[in-house]
């Protein structure tokens, strides 16, 4: 079994139970959404390795979405659903960066083979690199330095990924504690962040690689 995770964003019920049936009996993981408002609350809550994203939505396009949520982020590729006849939604997709694109009606085959490469290729870009000899592999959630493993409690694990995850924006308090399913006022959290901090620092030599703003949350330079 792959177990491999995949965000689908498509408006069309229809169309998105088709894929979602297909996705599933080849042994995905599988997140919908039919909005932005929806895919931005999941984008934040998982590292996706692949995300199909439908062009046209209701509340903003794809191509805003991408650009302005998904683009910077570490390791998600993503595939465009577009109509066959919107060249220029394809043109203007691949120039900001997407990894692939297919178009609307598709055979089941080569949206299966574009999911089978996109997610191949980001198996070479799952490893982390801090720049100091420090590297942080997502898919065996192991943090090494100068080659010698460094342990991480299951916290320090989510909370490193939470923040890789949303390396392009600030990891807030409220996400944090959902994510490690704490109270909402809970400062636990905030705790466990600090700790990580000098687990860096300490341990690989890492010194302010997480940041705090108040009133914005944390976040990571990578």
């Given amino acids: 079994m792959n177990n491999k995770h995949i965000l689908l ?3 069309d019920e229809t169309l998105q139970s088709l894929i ?3 996705l599933i009996n080849n042994n995905y993981v599988v997140s919908k959404a039919i909005n932005i408002d929806e895919a931005k609350k999941l984008v934040n809550l998982f590292l996706f390795d692949l995300i199909i994203l439908d062009v046209m939505l209701p509340d903003s396009t794809g191509l805003n ?3 302005k949520t998904i683009k910077n982020r ?4 993503v595939i465009f659903l577009s109509a ?3 060249v220029d939604d394809r043109v203007t997709g691949l120039e900001l960066g997407a990894d692939d694109y297919i178009g609307k009606p598709f055979d089941t085959r080569e949206l299966l083979l574009k999911i089978k490469k996109n997610i191949s290729k980001k198996l070479s870009r799952d490893v982390i690199n801090f720049g100091n000899e420090t590297e942080f592999d997502l898919k065996n959630e192991k943090l090494q330095y100068k080659k010698q493993v460094i342990n991480l409690s299951s916290n320090e694990i989510k909370i490193l990924k939470l923040l890789i995850n949303n390396s392009d924006q ?3 308090r409220d996400l944090l504690n959902t994510e490690l399913g704490l109270d909402y006022l809970s400062r636990s959290g905030d705790m466990q962040i600090s700790r990580l901090r000098l687990k860096l620092k300490k341990e690989c030599d890492l010194k302010d690689v997480i940041r705090s703003v108040h009133g914005k949350g944390y976040k990571i330079f990578i």
């Fill in 65 to 67: 979405f991408y650009e």
């Fill in 170 to 172: 600030y990891l807030t």
């Fill in 9 to 11: 964003v498509e408006d």
């Fill in 84 to 86: 066959l006849s919107n």
């Fill in 20 to 22: 979602e049936k297909l």
């Fill in 74 to 77: 570490v390791n998600t590729p």
